[in-house]
T-cell receptor, first 115, second 112 residues
Framework: AAGVIQSPRHLIKEKRETATLKCYPI?????VYWYQQGPGQDPQFLIS???????DKGSIPDRFSAQQFSDYHSELNMSSLELGDSALYFC??????????????FGQGTRLTVV | TQLLEQSPQFLSIQEGENLTVYCNSSSVFSSLQWYRQEPGEGPVLLVTVVTGGEVKKLKRLTFQFGDARKDSSLHITAAQPGDTGLYLC????????????FGQGTRLTINP
């Protein structure tokens, strides 16, 4: 079965550079989430999109932005990168379903290293 | 702010023993998921519980959702070294935008 695809798997950037992470949700899933996971920490919610519209916003820095495109893939854009942005970034998607029964399937993540 | 407290955060036991991981909150969740995560990989969904009091079994794993839908537990019977990993609970916010709130995780080590 198709899973959530994230690219790239690994990314090394220098401070103050820009990075773009891509996420391709499972086909027919209508919700995409972005999470950030620092070393030894649980995933922290950044932002989500439902039917191509931003649905919720978490602890996402103003330097970050994201969008969901007409084909439902999503991109997380990160500018003015800081050392503290080094983390695993996960994308997850959810299928249409009963409101509140949110079952998310995660991609393998992008490991971003800022040097 | 919905918070999920997961305990214990670290657990190391011998093969064959039983264990229980707890996930507690003061908030009501419309559903709760348990995930297992390997180092450097994405969380893999194990189970979703929706109804208060619901019990689901997955081989040697038993998941329970509290009657009030504020807490959940994961019980592993006769733990095996292959069960080693990070276990995360995540609650779905009731109503409003769709979002999952994660617990801090339980890092489980099963020693042969």
């Amino acid at each position: 079965a198709a899973g959530v695809i994230q690219s790239p798997r690994h990314l090394i950037k220098e401070k103050r550079e820009t990075a773009t992470l891509k996420c391709y949700p499972i086909p027919r899933h209508d919700t995409v989430y972005w999470y950030q996971q620092g070393p030894g920490q649980d995933p922290q919610f950044l932002i989500s999109f439902y039917e191509k519209m931003q649905s919720d916003k978490g602890s996402i820095p103003d330097r970050f932005s994201a969008q969901q495109f007409s084909d439902y893939h999503s991109e997380l854009n990160m500018s003015s990168l800081e050392l503290g942005d080094s983390a695993l970034y996960f994308c997850a998607s959810s299928p249409p379903g009963t409101a509140g029964n949110t079952e998310a399937f995660f991609g393998q993540g992008t490991r971003l290293t800022v040097v | 702010t919905q918070l999920l407290e997961q305990s214990p955060q670290f657990l190391s036991i011998q093969e064959g023993e039983n264990l229980t991981v707890y996930c507690n909150s003061s908030s009501v969740f419309s559903s709760l998921q348990w995930y297992r995560q390997e180092p450097g990989e994405g969380p893999v969904l194990l189970v979703t519980v929706v109804t208060g009091g619901e019990v689901k079994k997955l081989k040697r794993l038993t998941f329970q959702f509290g009657d009030a839908r504020k807490d959940s537990s994961l019980h592993i019977t006769a733990a095996q070294p292959g069960d080693t990993g990070l276990y995360l609970c995540a609650g779905a916010v009731q109503g409003g935008a769709q979002k999952l709130v994660f617990g801090q995780g339980t890092r489980l080590t099963i020693n042969p």
